[in-house]
């Protein structure tokens, strides 16, 4: 057995940057970057109106108030989407609307509610200074700046931000495609009764909705029975359209887990079996050419935390990321914690911050096939191999899998 750094170690050197492709815009959102963007052109493109209100000159208005009303004669109306040639000297205005051009010789915008509106004038009540609710031309990207640069990750603004600029289409990394297979002959579809002996399938559920959540393409394939065959034709059918395979179930030592003998017989070069944690000991781990294939425990604890632990950070590196790992913060325990020295003991645990500092509990009572002690953790505790009791109030590492609603 090998140690959890190790077994990481081993993944994310397997683990290769994807190839790019080139997406049209609106399929591009939560690939990563692959492309330097500049901007072509000024964004905006024009001096244009951040008010519904009246473009005019500000020395016109300098005197201006409720008391005082200035008067100017109104010229013109300028909508959005279109322009004048039209030009505002002393004592005129032109209406306005949010997002049009602000028209020759204004350099002011008065909003409508600071305003009297008259029939063939406007009457000003505040005066404003000169550039008042005037976005400038490039004031959000000026031509020829650097606007983003590969490896980031496209999120709903930075597709705004390329459409600002006219990218119909842009080049990212793509992303690994993903197959879940469930092992077992005891597993049943969610939707069908209960019989003796068998239990529902939640693994493949589980894993398929872990993938999808680090915005990965994913498909289960089914639950292959507990025949070499059976196991060799989902495994099949899993390369065949996927580029990372998760199997739960089938790795350990009992008479019917074919998973690493099919593998074997496959082809497929074993990179390790077996890891110094808990949950997760039988935990194992192939390549078969440029694919990766993961072999996850059966116990639905032991799924999950290998798939945060190994299976996500593989896939974010394949699809071109830079940030791979949960950020780890220093927690506090709010009890006493008892466990079995020799392995790392990953634990789910409730996390919040109080004046400052990160406490954390452990989330219910513990074990591989506690699905239950998952369900609302916001974190990953990393105990000790070597201690056997941890203390309330001693520190142990988290990794936060999300911020606590407080934070």
């Known amino acids: 057995m090998i140690e959890p750094i190790e077994a990481l170690e081993i993944v994310l050197k397997s683990a290769k940057t ?7 815009l609106t399929e591009a959102d939560n690939h990563v970057l692959a492309e330097t963007i500049t901007a072509a052109h000024d964004v905006p493109p024009f001096n244009n109106s951040a008010m519904d209100g009246y473009a005019l000159l500000a020395d016109d208005i300098v005197e201006a108030s409720k008391d005082n009303p200035v008067e100017l004669k109104l010229i013109a109306e300028q909508p959005a989407g279109e322009s004048t040639d039209i030009k505002v000297t002393s004592g005129a205005a032109i209406k306005i609307m949010t997002g049009a051009p602000v028209p020759p010789g204004a ?47 496209i999120e ?33 579809p969610v939707d069908e009764p209960l019989t003796p002996g068998k239990i529902r399938d939640s693994n493949s559920y589980t894993l398929t909705a872990q993938t999808r959540a680090v915005g990965m393409p994913v498909v289960r394939i089914g639950v292959a029975g507990d025949t070499k065959e059976s196991v060799t034709d989902l495994v ?153 009791e941890l203390k309330a109030g001693e520190e142990i590492d988290v990794q936060l899998i999300k911020l606590p609603e407080d934070h």
Request: aromatic letters at 6%; glycine letters at 12%.
């Open 18 to 24: 994807s190839g790019t492709i080139t997406l049209p």
């Open 107 to 153: 350099d002011t915008v008065v909003p409508i509610e600071r305003t009297q509106p008259g029939d063939g004038h406007v009457g000003i009540l505040v005066a404003h200074r000169r550039g008042a609710n005037v976005r400038l031309a490039g004031e959000d990207m000026p031509k020829g700046s650097l606007v983003l640069e590969p490896g980031v990750v």
């Open 156 to 188: 709903p603004v930075t597709i705004g931000l390329l459409a600002s600029l006219g990218y119909a289409q842009v080049k990212v990394y793509d992303m690994p495609k993903v197959a879940i297979i469930g092992t077992g002959n005891e597993l049943v």
């Open 236 to 388: 099949n059918s899993a390369l065949e359209v996927a580029d990372v395979v998760v199997t739960s179930g089938g790795v350990s030592v009992g008479d019917y887990d074919f998973v690493k003998d099919v593998l074997k017989e496959m082809g497929a070069e074993l990179k390790f079996w077996g890891v110094k944690q808990k949950p997760g000991k039988p935990l194992a781990f192939w390549t078969l050419g440029d694919k990766l294939i993961f072999g996850l425990p059966g116990n639905p604890v032991a799924t999950v935390l290998c798939f945060e632990e190994y299976v996500r950070p593989a896939l974010l590196k394949i699809a071109g990321r830079d940030r791979l790992l949960r950020p780890v913060v220093k927690a506090k325990l709010t009890h006493d914690v008892k466990k079995k020295p020799g392995r790392q003991h990953f634990v789910g645990v409730s996390v919040t911050k109080d004046d400052g500092e990160w406490r954390a509990s452990v989330n219910g009572r513990q074990g591989s096939g506690i699905l239950k002690s998952m369900a609302g953790a916001n974190g990953v505790g990393l105990m000790p191999r070597d201690l056997s």
